[in-house]
């Protein structure tokens, strides 16, 4: 009897050493990524690599400023198209709480979240592409807005919910229209809820170089034309990296370090905020 | 903070107000009102069919490489854009082999981190420390990963398949199949970790007073209790890595061919999209790959319906 409660306490300091060792392994990769492109990035980041255009190989002080540039249009762009649509969305799923709509509403905005990046920038491609005939900074930020959509409808719904019913109450016992409710009481009060959806969802769409291949294409000069290529900062870190030259290896880790001191300041912001100001009713 | 809540209940009330004070027309508001109504219902159905309008685009185009090759498409192993002939079954291969891999090696990397942040350690510096690092993991974009694949897994592996006397490619499938390991885990844990801190107190509480330790425990209740939320975060990291593309396209070496080894090159389903859609000419070869898209598209979306039914029903119980 003894010696059974003895090997039971040794598989439970066993199990516990397993589970905390690959806990632990599994941060690895984290501190491995981040302590490279940290250390390798740091030395190609001057204020030249900020300001220049790539240059073709062999010349020196080749920089990122078209692809800085471009990723701002884009996410502008995917801003404007999927802000309005995904908070009156996520506005009417709060509303219509149980409706059929809002069932396949929800279904979609999952099954959007899970489509691969891939097939996005391929629907990009035949639905604007092809209608525009040539690659543009638009069709790329439409289809990083349709990547955008979910995050922002689900975080919207989700602040909404928290929200007391008591407020719209007291808002519509005061005579006050359903839509002057909504816009003026509801929404200003979920604002800051908002705000952070609205941040994870550029930080989802910023990363994005998949859909980005076959509809904003990419560009090597600066260019602010809607209806023309751009470059952005992901794919700019994809033509460097995958190129066989050894300078431009050096210019990928510069934009990889731009690249996620960018996404993960977003992502850190947007999460210390929401903690911050989690709706308190 | 009842004073504090009293003050955002007023202010946000007063705005209102205000909204009276600026249009007073009863009749206006009706109208508002019923635009309001139907605007955002009207966005809300558009969504649906933007949803429904990607499976109709992708069908459509795909309609001339089914008619050219049928079933065989999915059999057939030849991917020859010079004379038409198209069969997926190399990149069918490449990405279930590569995302089953990961898949395998995930699965006790991500449970552990459930259970840490879920049982172990649900408070403190530790547990906010893992939390935090496994958000950011699923925060870094893929293109970073795959860069950082090409340049510090690559080197490693090809100096291992040095060692085992293998030709020293270091890209490959395997190497495919590590960085995606990498990249699912915080699919898989956030999901598990979730699952499990819903497990009923009540529950680990009478295991506990029948003395059993903490694995016993473990073991006998919380995971046959959060099974299927468990089953559901793996499914969904499945569904990541069957449609990753940009950190595959760049460690998997892209060779249109089945794969006869796993330490040699391959092609995925996504990473021959995103290799070649550009760059196909002639309504064949852009059909094919575009059926190369609706599959995944399919398959991904069953992969969303069933981890969102078992999360439901999780819910639920």
Not at chain 1, 225 to 246: D, G, M, R
Not at chain 2, 43 to 52: H, N, Q, R, W
Not at chain 2, 180 to 196: D, K, Q, W
Request: net charge positive.
């Amino acid at each position: 009897m003894k010696s059974n409660i003895k090997i039971r306490k040794f598989k439970n300091a066993l199990f516990k050493t397993l589970i905390f060792t690959f806990a632990i392994l599994s941060c690895v990769p984290l501190v491995l990524i981040l302590y490279n492109i940290v250390q390798e990035g740091i030395s190609s980041l001057n204020i030249n690599f900020l300001l220049n255009l790539p240059k073709p190989v062999g010349e020196t002080g080749g920089g990122i400023s078209n692809a800085l540039v471009g990723t701002l249009i884009l996410i502008i762009i995917s801003s404007v198209i999927s802000i309005p649509l995904g908070v009156g969305i996520g506005v009417y799923l709060n509303e219509n709480t149980k409706s059929k709509l809002s069932y396949y509403v929800r279904l979609s905005a999952d099954i959007l979240m899970g489509t691969p990046s891939v097939v996005i920038g391929m629907i990009g491609y035949l639905w604007v592409v092809k209608q525009l005939n040539t690659f543009s900074a638009l069709s790329g930020g439409i289809a990083l807005s349709i990547m955008m959509l979910p995050v922002i409808i689900s975080s919207t719904e989700e602040t909404l919910k928290l929200l007391p019913y008591s407020l719209k109450e007291s808002s519509f016992a005061l005579g006050i229209p359903y839509y002057a409710t909504v816009l003026k009481v509801v929404l200003p009060a979920g604002l800051n809820g908002i705000i952070t959806g609205v941040m994870l969802g550029v930080a989802r769409i910023a990363g994005e170089t998949a859909p980005l291949l076959f509809t904003a294409f990419g560009s090597p000069f600066m260019n602010f034309n809607i209806l023309k290529p751009v470059s952005s900062l992901p794919q700019q870190v994809f033509i460097y990296a995958t190129s066989p030259y050894k300078e431009w290896h050096a210019l990928a880790w510069g934009a990889a370090f731009v690249l996620i001191a960018f996404v993960l300041t977003l992502n850190i912001l947007a999460k210390t905020l929401s903690r911050r100001w989690k709706v308190q009713f | 903070m009842q004073a504090d809540s009293l003050a955002i209940d007023n202010s946000a009330v007063y705005s209102g107000v205000k909204a009276v004070s600026e249009v007073k027309n009863i009749k206006k508001f009706r109208i508002y009102d019923f635009f309001f109504k139907k605007t955002i219902g009207l966005f809300a159905i558009l969504f649906v069919i933007l949803l429904l309008g990607i499976f109709i685009t992708l069908l459509l185009r795909s309609i001339p490489s089914i008619q050219a090759f049928g079933l065989s498409y999915y059999t057939t192993t030849t991917w020859n854009p010079v004379e038409n002939q198209f069969g997926s079954l190399p990149f069918l291969t490449g990405t279930i082999v590569t995302s089953f891999i990961a898949l395998i090696i995930t699965i006790p990397f991500s449970l552990s981190i459930s259970l840490f942040l879920g049982e172990y350690f649900r408070k403190g510096f530790f547990s906010n420390f893992l939390r935090n690092a496994v958000e950011l993991m699923g925060g870094i974009p893929s293109v970073i990963y795959g860069f950082w694949g090409l340049f510090f897994l690559v080197p490693i592996m090809r100096s291992f398949e040095e060692k085992m006397g293998m030709p020293p490619l270091g890209i490959g499938i395997f190497t495919t199949s590590l960085l995606l390991f990498i990249m699912i885990i915080p699919y898989s844990a956030s999901l598990g970790r979730e699952v499990i801190t819903m497990v009923p107190q009540n529950l680990k509480e009478g295991a506990l007073a029948l003395g059993a330790t903490k694995f016993e425990l473990i073991k006998s209740v919380i995971v046959p209790y959060a099974r299927s939320g468990i089953f559901a975060g793996i499914l969904l990291a499945l569904g990541r890595a069957l449609g990753e593309t940009m950190a595959v396209t760049m460690v998997i070496g892209n060779k249109n061919a089945l794969p006869t080894s796993l330490f040699g090159p391959a092609n995925t389903m996504a990473s021959v999209i995103a290799n070649e859609f550009t760059e196909a000419v002639g309504d064949v070869y852009l059909s094919s790959l575009v059926q190369i898209a609706l599959l995944l598209f399919v398959v991904t979306t069953v992969i969303s319906i069933i981890g969102k039914q078992i999360i439901n029903r999780f819910g639920k119980v």
